[in-house]
């Protein structure tokens, strides 16, 4: 008995001495990470069954070593004091134009879009876009920082912040139309809360809607033909995509308490049940009890997130956090509205729960930059 308590002691010292930052966010993300291997492994078996020569566990061993590198990175990043980010923020959304400019022209193509850079030798693919998002919130955080005291003159506007987004945003939107547009909102809410003057978000806002209207009519983009269709499709009320068909019957199946661990029938039938789908898969095999604990765990989140602000007297700190946390739980409940019909099929993925390495990777790199926002600064990093 000694010897157990003696254990469960060090354990909680060591968690102390090592795990900083908001413990809600830390034992949530851990759950849904832990929950999500379960779920991917039941929604991947038909797919690496027919894909990968019967090896049914295919997808398990990968998604578990990337949970695995996702908490990796996640506690390195949560251990830099994150006033040390700023010096890294400028390279890091330069890097990522110009790697999303690579990708338009020799990237990867799959499902009619470039979105992908093949990584010699070890044969994985790469998504930009995923580097963009977190690298354009942290910069953006950090120029309105900057300016949050002082006013803007019309010159710095539009040179920083307001043609950043729009050049970003509109490198992303050639192919991952969805993508562009949660990360422009994302972007124009913090702006907005960083007192940029409305006048100008208004008048760049219906710029930018202007020219993306245009190009999907236009067809001058990878994905304006898909674009049409799923919003036609979503409009047309005698018509219903086959995503969504297969996604209602496996929701209606689930009931109240869901058919039980594994035993999800619909993912047979559903395209991508363990990426674009896995809420469907989710609330089929856990119930409408197990889809509000996940949509709860997201909601607190976002709480979280937030309050993680307190913890920090410095602007930047304050918008960083604020600006991942939106752009982490925005893109979670696009992924499950589309589930449930609220909008047209957009292709994201439940963050921490989907199948993915880019996106639980760079997850895991937001979610250590808020949990080191949520540590507050130590006497020394408050002098620097």
């Known amino acids: 008995m000694s010897f157990l308590t003696k254990s469960r002691e060090d354990t909680q010292a060591w968690i102390a001495k090592n795990l900083k930052g908001d413990p809600w966010i830390w034992g949530i993300c851990i759950i849904m990470l832990l929950w999500s291997i379960v779920v991917v492994y039941s929604a991947s078996v038909k797919d690496a069954y027919s894909q990968m020569g019967g090896n ?19 506690f390195f990043v949560h251990r830099i004091p994150y006033i040390r980010f700023v010096y890294f923020t400028r390279l890091a959304v330069w890097s990522s134009i110009l790697l999303l400019i690579f990708t338009m022209f020799f990237g990867r193509s799959v499902n009619d879009a470039a979105r992908w850079i093949e990584i010699p030798i070890i044969g994985q693919r790469f998504q930009p876009s995923e580097w963009a998002k977190v690298a354009l919130i942290a910069h953006l955080s950090l120029i309105l920082a900057r300016h949050i005291k002082g006013g803007w003159n019309t ?17 992303i939107f050639t192919s991952n139309v969805s993508t562009a547009v949660m990360l422009a909102g994302i972007c124009f809410l913090l702006m907005f809360v960083g007192k940029v003057p409305l006048h100008y978000l208004l008048f760049t806002a219906l710029g930018l809607v ?38 209602y019957m496996a ?10 661990v594994s035993k999800s029938r619909q993912k047979r039938f559903l395209p991508e049940p363990q990426k674009d789908f896995i809420f469907a898969v989710a609330v089929e095999e856990y119930g409408t009890v197990g889809g509000t604990i996940l949509i709860v765990f997201y909601l607190i989140l976002l709480y979280r997130g937030l309050k993680a602000i307190e913890a920090t007297k410095r602007p930047f700190g304050g918008l960083l956090s604020a600006g991942l946390t939106f752009i982490v739980v925005s893109q979670a409940f696009s992924a499950m509205a589309v589930t449930v019909g609220l909008v047209p099929v957009t292709g994201q993925t439940l963050p921490f729960f989907s199948q993915g390495g880019t996106s639980l990777i760079f997850t895991g790199i937001a979610m250590g930059m808020i949990l080191s926002v949520s540590r507050g600064e130590t006497l020394e990093e408050k002098r620097i």
């Open 155 to 171: 010159r710095e506007l539009f040179m920083e912040p307001l043609a950043l987004v729009g050049v970003v945003c509109g490198l």
């Open 251 to 260: 929701m209606a199946r689930g009931g109240l308490y869901g058919e039980g």
């Open 210 to 247: 202007f020219f993306a209207t245009i190009a999907i009519l236009l067809n001058s983009t990878q994905r304006s033909g898909t674009a049409q269709s799923r919003i036609a499709t979503f409009f047309d009320k005698d018509v219903v995509v086959y995503q969504s068909q297969q996604s």
């Open 56 to 74: 049914t566990e295919y997808y398990l061993y990968k998604h578990v070593l990337l949970c695995v590198v996702s908490l990796v990175v996640m």
